[in-house]
């Protein structure tokens, strides 16, 4: 019996190995709050939905490619050895280079993949891409599209939000009061992209809530805040937070409580936005009568949220969940301006936070190290596309769409090759991509499970989960370094992305470019070594690389840290300028009001949702539709598994409903039900939660895509994933993010017999080839 480290997205473990199995993974630290996400590693090794061989779908295999590609998803498949699957793979990659060039081949290749800095698929397959002559990619994340395209103009980059957010200790430290819109939610910040060491959240909200600061949570859903902060809730209908944020404004202009030494000092434009917060501009001034017909709040209750606003030092908390959403550009510009006119951005424990608890690190007060990683070169191919516009690249080649104040032309895409991700999990309207997935010659996917991408492919390559490999888990905004150690050998004929690729490569006549004459642990050393150098450069020591590996965990020292986001800017914003075009920040925006996009202004605006609760689509469609993130799983990582689906009601992915919604409807603590709009229609179990406001219902993303007639377009899904409800409209012209939370449905019981639920059966198969 032998123990080693490992770590994943959803923390660090000591495992527990004997003959060459993992008996039992315990936390790092026996102390650590584990995330429940991670009650699946074990059992999903070597479950049925595991990829155990590499395969091609028939009727390709067949008729060579582009044949029935409307198939995709319901056609068998072929079991082939490596050497027949890698040859059709590269040559497929030599195919449409030669006769169509590299922009035919689309290699976004987006999602979380696995934790791990060397055997990160994305930077893998980027890297080798890149050395083939380039490829179409996407920009942005379908988290957070929206704020990485508005904040820049505005006030600075996202990423910069995100290492330097506000932390729990200086909240805990200096906080007064927190307006949190769309709230804090602790299962998001149980997960790190890259690797936790130890989760801090739950003991920080802890400490938060029993201080004296008072949390105030805006969402439709109570448990967006943690219990630990002792929060108030304060219900407000989906998508309608830049209305009250303007209320706000309003009673603090009105009342003469806006900083206006500040606004003057470090902003830019408020002269033009107040006449329209005024409504001396539109007719309609802002005041919280107004807010109170857009949102379902009371009068009385903005009232209240506007004198709280003057209790001591204030921060405004925007979540992720804001942005996605029809115009999710304005909650954060409006939120920015909301901060500005309280005057404390800058101090510590005031101004804007944005994605606080959306991951571990956010929030997270320990040190942090820019760590090194896999170099993927240049891309010789200058085209890409926003994240969330796959289907309309598929669907339209040639054609145009405007993005940031330019026009892209959608390149004519013959390969999409993906791995590490599953885009019939976060792409919105699963209906209209199975028909835009139809058009490509080829789809390769890289793959651990029988997920909905792995059916919807022609090569499918098995991938090796993280316990079949080494790797080190490091990410910026954790502590921690941990070991990955390979605890097992490969399940089945599963290879790592990096031998898959480097194999390709071979035929290709680029193998020693791409691996650099390296072995895994040259590269784990290799970038160890580089963190070292980056390391002593910010003041901290790490051990020598085989001092790490066999202590199996190294913690940067330092900490707990108050960062005072943009406080430099606020000490001197003459020698700290903003990267801004006036290098202040933006309250109205030159650039933005020169695009000329109808659907944004120069400065925040108020315009009703193509779909929202106060619209005449509530006449046919009355319930609002919340995809959030689930508790059970990361996205869909692991729904295969114990913990995800013992979860499940009837074996459907759990809805939560008001019960008065549900009394008006029939409808039962425990039912299946039909979730339904125009788009599509799914199934899914019924929780009944007084903790989700009336009119709104709440089924997390991340069921695995499960359609009853999967050769049929517009099928039912059997398994309950949002996407089939979701609208694929991007969020404006400025940015094309995902407006995933601007959905509306109805619920009806599912009466008579309901189909079985396949998603984690394998594929059929006719025959193999070896």
């Known amino acids: 019996m032998s123990e080693l480290t490992t770590a994943n997205h959803w923390g660090s473990y000591r495992a527990i190995v004997r003959d060459g199995n993992v008996q039992e ?12 996400m991670s009650a699946s590693i074990l059992d999903t090794l070597d479950c ?57 081949i689309f290699a976004g290749s987006y999602g979380w993949a696995s934790a791990g800095r060397f055997h990160h698929a994305q930077s893998q397959i980027h890297r080798f891409y890149n050395m ?11 988290s957070y599209a929206a704020a990485e395209v508005i904040l820049p103009h505005v006030i600075t980059n996202l990423r910069h939000t995100m290492v330097q957010a506000p932390s729990w200790h200086e909240i805990a430290e200096h906080t007064d009061v927190m307006l949190a819109f769309g709230g804090l939610p602790l299962k998001n910040a149980q997960i790190q992209n890259g690797g936790v060491g130890i989760h ?20 439709p859903v109570r448990d967006d805040m943690a219990a630990e902060l002792g929060a108030e809730w304060v219900p407000i209908r989906p998508n309608t937070d830049l209305a009250l944020m303007l209320a706000l404004a309003y009673c603090l202009e009105t009342t003469g409580r806006a900083d206006h030494a500040f606004l003057e000092r470090y902003c830019t434009g408020y002269d033009k936005f107040r006449p329209y917060l005024l409504g001396e501009t539109d007719g309609v001034p802002k005041t919280p009568a107004w807010a109170a017909e857009i949102t379902g709040m009371a009068v009385d209750t903005i009232n209240d949220l506007a004198q709280a606003l003057s209790g001591g030092r204030v921060m405004i908390s925007l979540s992720w969940s804001l942005q996605r959403s029809d115009r999710g550009e304005q909650p954060y510009w409006m939120g920015v301006v909301l901060a500005a006119m309280l005057g404390q951005i800058g101090l510590p424990g005031g101004g804007i936070a944005i994605g606080l608890a959306a991951e571990h690190g956010n929030g997270n007060p320990e040190t942090q190290l820019r760590w090194a990683a896999v170099p993927t070169g240049r891309n010789p191919v200058d085209a890409f596309i926003p994240v969330a516009r796959i289907a309309d690249m ?46 490509p010659d080829t789809v390769v996917v890289q793959e651990i499970f029988w997920n909905p991408i792995a059916r919807h492919a022609d090569i499918v390559l098995p991938v090796t989960t993280p316990l079949e490999r080494n790797d080190i888990a490091v990410t910026q905004m954790d502590a921690w370094a941990v070991a990955m150690k390979k ?83 606020r000490d001197d914003p003459d020698r700290n300028r903003l990267k801004t075009p006036s290098g202040k920040i933006e309250i109205y925006s030159e650039t933005i009001a020169g695009f000329g996009y109808e659907e944004i202004a120069g400065h925040p605006t108020w315009q009703a949702p193509y779909e929202w609760l106060g619209g005449e689509t509530t006449a046919t469609y009355p319930l609002h539709l919340i995809s959030n993130q689930p508790k059970s799983r990361l996205h869909s990582q692991l729904d295969a598994g114990a913990g995800s689906r013992r979860t499940k009601i009837g074996g459907r992915e759990p809805m939560r409903m008001n019960p008065a919604d549900a009394a008006k409807r029939g409808i039962s603590d425990g039912d299946v039900v039909r ?26 993303t991340g069921a695995w895509y499960d359609p009853d007639a999967p050769d049929q377009p517009d099928s039912l899904d059997r398994h309950g994933n949002p996407n089939v409800l979701t609208a694929d409209r991007g969020t404006s012209r400025l940015a094309q993010g995902p407006s995933a939370h601007t959905c509306l449905v109805e619920v009806a019981p599912a009466n008579g017999a309901v189909p079985s639920v396949r998603a984690f059966d394998p594929p059929d198969f006719a025959g193999s080839r070896a």
Not at 394 to 410: A, E, H, S
Not at 676 to 698: E, K
Request: net charge negative.
């Open 25 to 36: 993974l315990k936390p790092l630290l026996d102390a650590d709050d584990v995330s429940d």
């Open 48 to 104: 049925p939905a595991r990829i155990k061989r590499p395969a091609i779908r028939k009727s390709w295999l067949e008729g060579g490619p582009g044949t029935a590609g409307h198939l995709r998803g319901a056609d068998p498949f072929v079991e082939v050895d490596w050497d027949t699957a890698l040859d059709f793979f590269a040559g497929e990659v030599d195919r449409i280079r030669k006769d169509f060039g590299n922009e035919a």
């Open 132 to 142: 083939a002559g380039g490829y179409v990619k996407s920009v942005n994340a379908y």
């Open 200 to 219: 801090t959240a739950r003991d920080w909200m802890r400490k938060m809530g029993q201080g004296s600061g008072r949390f105030i949570g805006i969402s």
């Open 394 to 439: 598929l669907l339209n080649p040639g054609g145009t769409c405007d993005y940031n104040g330019r026009t892209i032309t959608y390149p004519d895409i013959k390969m999409v090759h993906w791995a590490g991700g599953n885009p019939f999990h976060h792409h919105q309207d699963l209906n209209r991509l199975r028909q835009a997935w139809a058009k």
């Open 487 to 569: 605890l097992i050998e490969p399940v089945g004929e599963a290879r790592n992305d990096h031998d898959i690729l480097r194999g390709a490569a071979a035929r290709l006549g680029f193998e020693d470019a791409f691996t650099e004459g390296r072995g895994e642990e040259d590269w784990l050393r290799d970038i160890w070594d580089r963190s070292r150098q980056e390391a002593g450069r910010v003041g901290q020591e790490l051990p020598s690389f085989d001092e790490f590996w066999e202590r199996g965990s190294h913690k940067l020292s330092g900490g707990p840290h108050i960062r005072r986001f943009l406080g430099e800017f």
């Open 675 to 700: 979730v339904y709009n125009d788009r599509g229609a799914c199934l899914a179990g019924v929780a009944l939660d007084d903790g989700v406001m009336p009119g709104v219902v709440q089924l997390a």
